[in-house]
């Protein structure tokens, strides 16, 4: 079964750092670009960052430039999304997803929640 | 950044009814290739976003072909042919022609 589970929200003070996982099973990960999307009640569905097949290229949202770093292993076929000076508008259910033909995000991840709360 | 603009934002639906919802971009999502890079997506409730159509209006692998997209460089349109009950949720329309890619508010369908 083609899927993807992300772990590692938890609740975090403001300033603080997370580092959230993502492992794909089902499909060779490492053809794909890969795809971090964060679900907040106010704000609706919002695109974070994304990282090429060998992650030789990588581009983020302007919100989380220089706080926010995304990676992955292909050898363990894992994206990371390494969070640090985290602030309350933060909060939200961070999704992986894989991005399938003509960048389509075909495949979601259940979500993991983050909450940036003192 | 482009801005996805979805209307209605909520949209109640008799079942068997048919159904429509408009994305409009702040920008031609038309690329050089011949794509436009528009998708539309469906979260039920409590589930994550699921592709309903990628490319404007190719159906993603298991939708129904009651689903159907059409549009072309900013203004595009879903449309449900016959509503059934388990098509309620909350509709986006995303663009991934450049970063950062953004969604739509969403639409919200709901059966009467």
């Known amino acids: 079964e083609v899927q993807l589970v992300e772990s590692g929200g938890d609740l975090v003070q403001p300033g603080g750092s997370l580092r959230l996982s993502c492992v794909a099973s089902?499909?060779?990960?490492?053809?794909?670009?890969m795809s971090w999307v964060r679900q907040t009640p106010g704000k609706g569905l919002e695109w974070v960052a994304i990282?090429?097949?060998?992650?030789?290229?990588?581009y983020f949202l302007d919100s989380v430039k220089g706080r926010f770093t995304i990676s992955r292993d292909n050898a363990k076929d894992s994206l990371f999304l390494q969070m640090s000076s985290l602030r309350a508008e933060d909060t939200a259910l961070y999704y992986c997803?894989?991005?399938?033909?003509?960048?389509?995000?075909?495949?979601w991840g259940q979500g993991t929640l983050v909450t940036v709360s003192s | 950044d482009i801005v996805m603009t979805q209307s209605p934002l909520s949209l109640p639906v008799t079942p068997g009814e048919p159904a429509s919802i408009s994305c409009r971009s702040s920008?031609?999502?038309?690329?050089?290739?011949?794509?436009?890079?528009l998708e539309w997506y469906l979260q039920k409730p409590g589930q994550s976003p699921q592709l309903l159509i990628y490319?404007?209006?190719n159906r993603a692998s298991g939708v129904p072909d009651r689903f159907s997209g059409s549009g072309s460089g900013t203004d595009f349109t879903l449309k449900i042919s016959r509503v059934e009950p388990e098509d309620v949720g909350v509709y986006y329309c995303m663009h991934v022609l450049q970063t950062p890619y953004t969604f739509g508010q969403g639409t919200k369908l709901a059966i009467k």
């Open positions: 920008q031609s999502l038309l690329h050089s290739v011949g794509y436009n890079y």
């Open positions: 990282i090429k097949q060998d992650g030789s290229e990588k």
């Open positions: 089902g499909f060779s990960f490492t053809n794909y670009w």
């Open positions: 490319s404007g209006s």
């Open positions: 997803a894989r991005h399938g033909y003509n960048h389509a995000l075909d495949i």
